[in-house]
């Protein structure tokens, strides 16, 4: 089995890069990224090859398209930081490069497994259901759902291929440092009470996501590998919480007592709570979380501790 994992120098590919190296030992795995959010530490152990290219690059398509043959694409390449208001390259970089990957999956009969977002649904009344609900705050969003559109048509068109798409909601967990400012509340928050520092929330941290743990979001990746079918389903834990009760969670796990320091939140477009429902993705791949945020942390913490000097 040959797979591609674009993006697979980022915080999801790179998990990714490494379960499947363990699952499958004989697969042959190469990572595609251009290190603009990836970094290279992420890949230590990683015993595959990399491809280092932009993903909005069309004479890169055609040299892989010369050079080499996929089985699978695991396509999690994009920007991700939701704060970038350049919409024109938001879009060419996370909807049109799509279509190249598309194009050549229908060359090969590839498989294509690609990242989507919960970014799609905006700040429509959860529980968020994948037929419905698509008002993106954000040109992320936007873009994320355009890319579902462009998968949908893909699916209608060559019903004999294997689209799955994965709406993520707030995924956590190890290798997520070189994200920056788009990392997880929960490394942000950890790396301040490591540090002597009191938790800054916005006002007055009732916000809700559905939190993921990267274990989780890896093992949807595994089961749709395994699964011939097409579709697009949400992956979360079914249950939002309360960034208040992720500095509850901290304080215990840290053994410390720090009070919230609440601040306005600068943005128009937030998110207020998103809580996805598993039914299709439970029915379609059987998927169950294994993670509640009480035990993703727990998992997490020694990660971060590492970290923190």
Request: hydrophobic fraction near 35%.
């Amino acid at each position: 089995m040959k797979i591609l994992i674009t993006g697979g120098a980022g915080f999801i590919g790179s998990n990714l890069a490494h379960a499947l190296q363990e699952k499958y030992p004989d697969a042959k795995i190469y990572v595609l990224d251009n290190f603009s959010s990836g970094h290279f530490k992420n890949l230590i152990g990683f015993k595959g090859q990399v491809i280092t290219g932009d993903i909005r690059d069309k004479e890169l398509w055609n040299y892989i398209r010369k050079n080499f043959y996929f089985d699978v694409i695991f396509h999690k390449a994009a920007i991700t930081d939701t704060t970038v208001t350049d919409q024109k390259l938001m879009m060419e970089t996370n909807s049109e490069s799509f279509r190249y990957i598309l194009d050549l999956a229908v060359e090969w009969g590839a498989k294509v497994i690609y990242a989507s977002s919960a970014a799609v649904y905006g700040n429509t009344p959860p529980p968020m259901r994948e037929d419905s609900g698509f008002e993106p705050e954000n040109i992320y969003g936007f873009s994320k759902l355009s890319m579902d559109r462009i998968a949908q048509e893909y699916m209608e068109n060559y019903p004999e291929l294997s689209i799955i798409g994965f709406r993520y909601f707030n995924v956590y967990g190890p290798r997520e440092e070189y994200k920056g400012k788009s990392a997880s509340m929960i490394f942000q928050l950890a790396v301040k009470m490591l540090k002597g520092e009191k938790p800054r929330l916005f006002k007055w941290g009732e916000q809700k996501r559905d939190f993921v743990y990267i274990k989780d979001a890896i093992k949807a990746n595994l089961l749709a590998l395994e699964k011939n079918l097409s579709g697009i389903f949400n992956v979360a834990t079914g249950r939002a919480r309360s960034f208040n009760e992720i500095v509850e969670i901290l304080n215990k796990e840290l053994g410390t007592n720090y009070e919230v320091e609440y601040f306005d939140c600068p943005y128009d477009f937030y998110q207020k709570h998103t809580e996805a429902d598993l039914t299709k993705i439970r029915t379609a791949l059987g998927y169950e979380p294994e993670y509640s945020l009480e035990e993703g942390i727990h998992d997490y913490i020694s990660y971060i501790k590492k970290i923190v000097k």
